[in-house]
């Protein structure tokens, strides 16, 4: 593990309550674990991660001074001259339990403006850290809109969280897509997540066309600790959520053991980083 | 569109986006009254406390509070001590909806003796009632 090359660079998405910020925290922590050096993103304004991950608190906001107006031809606010991507993750990405460093926006709170600023510097400090030094586990909102914009380009596999229902299925499919986008990743992975039976497993991947990298069964143990914002590698350690979130930590490291191929880029979602700042501005 | 929209007497049921983003974005006093739905989660109060306070500092109505996904007393207990006095209607974790979602139907169809759905006829009657006896005037 110590010598895997590259980086690990995955984004999870899904529909809402598919328990994407759940696996994403529990897979930043257990990678974490292997000795690596884990830098968990969460671009959700509502964030579940710091909930998985074991933070106290669950607001680490950029704060607004930490941007300047980017002026003509640039994005809308940049950093400050000075800031620099390790400088900012340095201040401002905090410290969790399994030594994994997590950086967020900040919660929505009215006022979008503020939260506006925070966007884009921590969109600024994702383009251009050091791929090298972090491992990068990233979380996305519920739904599509974010991914279809581009706030996943920063990953090069995405890992789809499925629930066994029909809408979470619905929306996992349009995802589906994601690889096909000019910016899209290069590989996508099917997690499903509360599965009641082998049964659900072959339903995600008659419906996906993919086979399943690991499958999480409904785990009540989990389900309790969410009631009281505990992590599951807190409350269940040896369960099976987080036992199968250990198999997917092994399925990624083994597939970025692995030449890849070249991406085969097509057009299926808006591209490139005016799209992103256009969803920042909104 | 909801502050705007001629529906004469048709009542409009809107289901809007996770989280609050859309709330924020939404016109003041588009609505008459706004339905916060929280599952008895930290992060989902937490949520809902934030979408309680969006509403009301832009006048979206009244504000009723959907505990969901309850088990017992003790989900009860967490949601009614982190909103206080409000309006609250107590939907029970029920296996029927999750088996509905499972299938893509309807709870209403797929069991229509749930407690679950019951539940839901309250707030319906909730609703009723409260914009009935008191219509708002915009």
């Known amino acids: 593990m110590a010598d895997l090359a590259p980086m690990i660079r995955i984004a999870f998405v899904g529909k809402g309550g598919a328990g994407k910020s759940t696996v994403a925290g529990t897979f930043a922590r257990l990678l974490a674990r292997r000795g690596e050096p884990v830098l968990a993103l969460d671009s959700d304004p509502m964030p579940g991660m710091p909930y998985s991950l074991g933070v106290a608190v669950d607001d680490h906001p950029i704060p607004e001074d930490v941007v300047v107006a980017g002026g003509e031809g640039r994005p809308r606010w940049v950093l400050r001259p000075g800031l620099d991507a390790a400088a900012m993750v340095d201040r401002y990405a905090a410290q969790c339990p399994d030594g994994v460093r997590y950086l967020q926006f900040g919660n929505l709170w009215g006022p979008v403006v503020r939260l506006q600023q925070a966007q884009f510097a921590w969109s600024q400090v994702v383009a251009e850290l050091d791929t090298q030094q972090w491992h990068l586990v990233g979380d996305l909102p519920g739904g599509t809109r974010q991914a279809m914009f581009g706030w996943a380009k920063y990953a090069d596999t995405v890992c789809l969280v499925v629930e066994p229902t029909v809408k979470s299925l619905h929306t996992a499919a349009r995802l589906a897509s994601l690889p096909r986008a000019q910016w899209g990743p290069r590989s996508l992975i099917v997690v499903v997540n509360k599965a009641r039976d082998a049964a659900d497993a072959d339903r995600v991947a008659a419906r996906l066309g993919v086979e399943p990298s690991a499958v999480a069964p409904h785990d009540p143990a989990v389900l309790r600790g969410d009631r009281r914002g505990a992590p599951p590698l807190d409350t269940a350690p040896d369960g099976p959520f987080a036992q199968a979130v250990s198999v997917l930590v092994d399925r990624v490291v083994s597939l970025y053991s692995q030449p890849k191929e070249t991406a085969q880029p097509e057009e299926s979602a808006q591209s490139g980083e005016a799209a992103q700042r256009e969803e920042a501005a909104r | ?138």
Do not use: C, W, Y
Request: glycine content about 6%; overall charge negative.
């Open chain 2, 1 to 138: 569109m909801l502050g705007f929209a001629e529906t004469g007497d048709a009542v409009v049921v809107a289901d809007l986006e996770a989280g609050i983003g859309t709330l924020t974005r939404l016109e003041p006093a588009a609505v008459d009254v706004t339905v916060v739905v929280v599952e008895p989660t930290l992060r989902s109060i937490d949520v809902g406390r934030r979408a309680v306070s969006v509403a009301e500092s832009q006048r979206q109505g009244r504000v009723v509070l959907v505990a969901n996904k309850v088990d017992d007393e003790q989900d009860r207990a967490r949601i009614t001590e982190a909103f206080g006095a409000r309006p609250l209607v107590v939907v029970p974790a029920d296996p029927a909806v999750d088996a509905a979602d499972r299938f893509g139907v309807s709870p209403v169809d797929h069991e229509p003796s749930a407690p679950a759905v019951a539940a839901v006829e309250v707030l319906a009657d909730m609703l009723a009632d409260m914009l009935g006896a008191d219509p708002p005037v915009r």
